[in-house]
């Protein structure tokens, strides 16, 4: 099949307008020759160039291009003789080095992997069931939902970064993910903090923001000041009052928890009842401040302990969401169960494999869930 041809399968599936057609398609074969030659004088063998991944480059680039143009100069824009030689030069050179000969970290997870396949199978599941939820509800339940599905979208992330070879990187993120899991798991049994919780997101939207109005700033931080003064914090503290200040109207909070502080790990972490996370938190931190264990790591090390880290997390994040899910209308739950029950299963096998692995390599154990105080005396 001619290129040619190729590109009016692809244009006619894109359902793009015909008005770019000529240029494109100008474009798209144009690079094609390119690429031809770049691999004949490279002396690669066995590589097959795949048209759409040209045509997809061709198509974005040209789109990214026309943002800042007027739709009446589009057309003069992308025929232009220069701009058609321009960018089959740009594309066929990204194209040569990006999805030829890349620069990619070698990887210990495989994409293939059933610790990959299953988890992204049901975080997948858990993100196709949101869309298909009643965007209306109470204000507890609709920023619960919004912060839950954060937090899936973010452990997809990370699986993804664990087969790319970033395991240093996916592990600093799960920081992010644990501190996202604590906050749902306070507001999940704590529904009645959701509007203190709100009125401290707002706090923050205008905190340090150079482009609100100066009075509206000012008098939401004097706010903020006044309902300081019982808890004997300063000015300097007004940052942290703002991330996590609202646990001070957790019911006798200074009573239930005396160690108690504005912060995450005497604070959020310590109140959600994950504190057993704590030191694994810590050495997140370190990575994502670029310590020397950033630069110098054990890449199985940290690529284990994510995944274990990850799993734990993603179990008790599918935990809330399951309840969440017992009393939604719009869902087949019974049918969510299903699915649920056999991936779970899986899941549980797969990271219990690592587990074992992961114990047995560092001679460590690693808290699969959190610790009681009666645990921890013990060890």
Same mark, same amino acid.
């Given at each position: 099949?001619?290129?040619? !041809? *190729?590109?009016?399968?692809?244009?006619? =599936?894109?359902?793009?307008?015909? *008005?770019?057609?000529?240029?494109?398609?100008?474009?798209?074969?144009?690079?094609? !020759?390119?690429?031809?030659?770049?691999? +004949?004088?490279?002396?690669?063998?066995?590589?097959?160039?795949?048209?759409?991944?040209?045509?997809?480059?061709? /198509? +974005?680039?040209?789109?990214?291009?026309? %943002?800042?143009?007027?739709?009446?100069?589009?057309?003069?824009?992308?025929?232009?003789?220069?701009?058609? /030689?321009?960018?089959?030069?740009?594309?066929?050179?990204?194209?040569?080095?990006?999805?030829?000969?890349?620069?990619?970290?070698?990887?210990?997870?495989?994409?293939? #992997?059933?610790?990959?396949?299953?988890?992204?199978?049901?975080?997948?599941? *858990?993100?196709?069931?949101?869309?298909?939820?009643?965007?209306?509800?109470? =204000? +507890?339940?609709?920023?619960?939902?919004?912060?839950?599905?954060?937090?899936?979208?973010?452990?997809?992330?990370?699986?993804?970064?664990?087969? =790319?070879?970033?395991?240093?990187?996916?592990?600093?993120?799960?920081?992010?993910?644990?501190?996202?899991?604590?906050?749902?798991?306070?507001?999940?049994?704590?529904?009645?903090?959701?509007?203190?919780?709100?009125?401290?997101?707002?706090?923050? =939207?205008?905190?340090?923001?150079?482009?609100?109005?100066? #009075? @509206?700033? !000012?008098?939401? *931080?004097?706010?903020?000041? +006044?309902?300081?003064?019982?808890?004997?914090?300063?000015?300097?503290?007004?940052?942290?009052? @703002?991330?996590?200040?609202?646990?001070? #109207?957790?019911?006798? /909070?200074?009573?239930?928890?005396?160690?108690?502080?504005?912060?995450?790990?005497?604070?959020?972490?310590?109140?959600?009842?994950?504190?057993?996370?704590?030191?694994?938190?810590?050495?997140?931190?370190?990575?994502?401040?670029?310590?020397?264990?950033?630069?110098?790591?054990?890449?199985?090390?940290?690529?284990?302990?994510?995944?274990?880290?990850?799993?734990?997390?993603?179990?008790?994040?599918?935990?809330?969401?399951?309840?969440?899910?017992?009393?939604?209308?719009?869902?087949?739950?019974?049918?969510?169960?299903?699915?649920?029950?056999?991936?779970?299963?899986?899941?549980?096998?797969?990271?219990?494999?690592?587990? /074992?692995?992961?114990? %047995?390599?560092?001679?460590?154990?690693?808290?699969?869930?959190?610790?009681?105080?009666?645990?921890?005396? #013990?060890?």
């Amino acid at each position: 099949m001619e290129n040619k !041809e *190729i590109f009016e399968i692809l244009f006619k =599936q894109r359902k793009l307008s015909d *008005i770019y057609k000529e240029s494109l398609c100008e474009i798209f074969t144009g690079v094609i !020759e390119e690429l031809t030659k770049k691999v +004949e004088i490279a002396d690669i063998a066995d590589f097959a160039i795949n048209p759409s991944i040209i045509f997809n480059y061709v /198509v +974005e680039e040209t789109a990214y291009n026309l %943002q800042l143009i007027k739709k009446e100069d589009h057309v003069p824009f992308i025929s232009s003789p220069s701009y058609i /030689v321009s960018e089959t030069r740009i594309i066929s050179d990204k194209i040569f080095l990006n999805e030829l000969l890349g620069s990619e970290h070698p990887t210990l997870v495989s994409r293939f #992997s059933p610790l990959v396949t299953t988890f992204d199978f049901m975080a997948n599941y *858990i993100l196709n069931t949101f869309n298909r939820l009643n965007k209306k509800g109470t =204000q +507890e339940r609709a920023l619960l939902l919004d912060i839950m599905k954060k937090g899936f979208v973010m452990s997809k992330t990370i699986i993804s970064l664990l087969v =790319q070879g970033a395991n240093t990187e996916a592990f600093s993120t799960w920081r992010t993910l644990h501190e996202v899991e604590c906050i749902a798991k306070i507001l999940y049994e704590n529904p009645y903090l959701t509007s203190t919780y709100i009125r401290h997101m707002e706090y923050a =939207q205008y905190y340090r923001n150079e482009e609100a109005d100066s #009075s @509206i700033v !000012e008098a939401k *931080i004097n706010e903020v000041h +006044e309902l300081m003064k019982p808890y004997n914090l300063k000015s300097k503290d007004t940052k942290k009052y @703002i991330e996590y200040g609202w646990l001070y #109207s957790y019911k006798d /909070v200074l009573e239930k928890f005396p160690e108690f502080r504005p912060n995450f790990r005497k604070g959020i972490e310590l109140v959600s009842g994950l504190s057993s996370y704590s030191k694994i938190y810590e050495m997140s931190s370190e990575l994502a401040h670029s310590s020397p264990m950033l630069i110098y790591s054990n890449p199985d090390y940290f690529k284990s302990l994510t995944l274990l880290c990850l799993y734990d997390t993603f179990f008790r994040l599918e935990n809330i969401f399951n309840n969440i899910m017992k009393n939604e209308s719009e869902i087949d739950y019974l049918s969510y169960a299903k699915v649920r029950e056999n991936a779970l299963m899986e899941m549980n096998k797969n990271i219990q494999i690592e587990r /074992v692995q992961f114990n %047995q390599k560092y001679k460590r154990k690693y808290p699969s869930k959190p610790q009681s105080e009666e645990e921890k005396d #013990s060890e």
